[in-house]
């Protein structure tokens, strides 16, 4: 006997639809929850007492570029936290670098010769040749806050071509200036990263010339494009044409501090109301300044005494602790080859309260994060260490993976090491996941080895 047929109706099929899609749905929200938390940072491997982590302070970003997450890490009062974000590749600090200098560099001509310049100049097409005796290299610096400045950096005397442009459209002229002057631009421009000190902007001209010496410059007023623009007057270009002077300074920027017997300065950094500035003598010696607000040193350490500029390499740490700062130093070993120390200081009230200058642990290590605690006896480090693994995945790549890092806390009175634990974030590079084998992979932690890891700037400096 045939069993009588259920006829469908509408709310039947919405009902077994209904109940797919909430399955379904729980079912993502139990992967992703499971996603998220393959993602998360952990220490791994402990050794020693954890309760060496008490006093520091550490923020800590990993951006999951293949898996669209970020994961941000905490240690505060002792406690290890992390927080996994999905769908986005967004990080909420800042970046490692202070604000990025963008300068334009243009050799012009003298003014005192521009008359006879101009007798010289050849027609040629839209523009007009000619040679000059001396040229002037004009720096112009564009700043943060939309503002800008220009300055004189040194002079180049040797017979050589100019150019200057004419627009037919708008039938403007602009001044006469020169390519490719001599090969020495590189070691005299300023250095790019601009730090904000005490409301200002400092930057650091790394060789003396002949206008300017080595040293420390500071901002001291910059213009609007429009602002500036008014303030540069015509100038005769050729037989009757007219532009702005590229020759005109404009805005103000001062020397600040300049070691003496400086023959290389490399840079400057925020401690506190002190500013430090490294810098190179004739004799190789690297030197530490600490300078207050006044441009006066009270305080200098020796770093090294095998340097030169072109073998050194000084890299600022990000700094998350008002007044404290770090510092990678890396020059030349006493029996060849290099060697590192690591730089971290604290100031307070324009004196420095706390300083440790220890040889890097191993050569293989490459700090990306130190900070002392709050007695400035201990200090944490995070390094980058150099481990490589072959790796293949699916028969298609084979190469070499170098991202594992590790935390450690060590005394500073009688160097012991206190601490230490691997530091991961779900990421197979990392050793999370050190086979081969795909199937140890989620979806969300499958291929990530583009994994960027931040540890942002945490400055008390304020926004200008």
Not at 86 to 91: A, G, P
Not at 106 to 132: K, M, Y
Not at 252 to 271: D, H, I, K, M, W
Not at 434 to 449: E, N
Request: hydrophobic share 40%; with cysteine.
């Amino acid at each position: 006997m045939n069993k009588p047929r259920i006829p469908r109706t509408p709310a039947r099929s919405l009902a077994v639809l209904a109940a797919v899609t909430l399955g379904l749905l729980a079912g993502w929200a139990v992967f992703r929850a499971a996603g998220r938390g393959a993602l998360d940072a952990r220490l791994q491997n402990r050794q020693g007492d954890p309760a060496a982590l008490q006093g520091f302070t550490l923020l800590g970003q990993v951006q999951h570029l293949n898996a669209g997450a970020v994961t941000t890490f905490t240690l505060e009062d002792g406690e290890f936290c992390s927080e996994t974000r999905l769908d986005t590749n967004t990080l909420a600090g800042a970046t490692n670098w202070d604000y990025q200098l963008y300068s334009g560099t243009n050799w012009t001509i003298d003014p005192a010769d521009r008359a006879a310049v101009n007798a010289a100049a050849v027609p040629d097409g839209d523009t007009l040749t000619s040679t000059a005796p001396r040229l002037v290299w004009m720096e112009t610096l564009f700043l943060p806050d939309g503002t800008e400045v220009r300055f004189p950096i040194a002079t180049w005397s040797e017979e050589t071509p100019v150019t200057a442009y004419w627009d037919p459209v708008d039938e403007e002229w602009t001044d006469w200036c020169a390519f490719d002057v001599t090969d020495t631009e590189a070691e005299l421009r300023p250095d790019q990263n601009l730090v904000p000190w005490q409301g200002r902007y400092c930057l650091t001209l790394p060789r003396s010339t002949d206008l300017q010496a080595a040293g420390i410059y500071r901002v001291e007023e910059s213009l609007t494009e429009a602002e500036a623009q008014a303030r540069m007057s015509a100038v005769p270009v050729g037989a009757g044409g007219a532009a702005a002077a590229e020759t005109a300074p404009y805005g103000r920027v001062q020397l600040f501090y300049t070691p003496e017997n400086a023959v290389f300065v490399s840079g400057c950094l925020p401690v506190g109301e002190l500013l430090a500035v490294t810098w190179l003598d004739k004799a190789g010696t690297l030197s530490l300044d600490l300078v207050n607000g006044a441009g006066q040193r009270v305080d200098r350490r020796t770093l090294t005494d095998r340097a030169t500029a072109e073998t050194l390499r000084i890299t600022p740490l990000p700094r998350q602790r008002p007044g404290e700062a770090g510092l990678l130093v890396r020059s030349p070993g006493p029996q060849g080859g290099e060697e590192g120390q690591l730089v971290v200081m604290r100031a307070e009230n324009g004196r420095l309260t706390a300083y440790c200058q220890c040889p890097l642990a191993a050569q293989d290590a490459l700090p990306v994060f130190a900070a002392l605690d709050d007695t400035g006896t201990r200090l944490l480090q995070v390094d980058r260490k150099a481990e490589v693994w072959d790796w293949e995945v699916r028969g298609y790549h084979r190469g070499t993976l170098d991202s594992a890092y590790e935390l450690r806390v060590q005394d500073l009175d009688d160097g012991a090491v206190l601490f230490t634990a691997g530091l991961t974030a779900g990421d197979w590079a990392w050793g999370t996941h050190q086979s081969a084998s795909l199937g140890r992979l989620d979806a969300l932690s499958m291929m990530q080895f583009n994994t960027q890891v931040w540890f942002p700037h945490l400055t008390d400096e304020p926004t200008l």
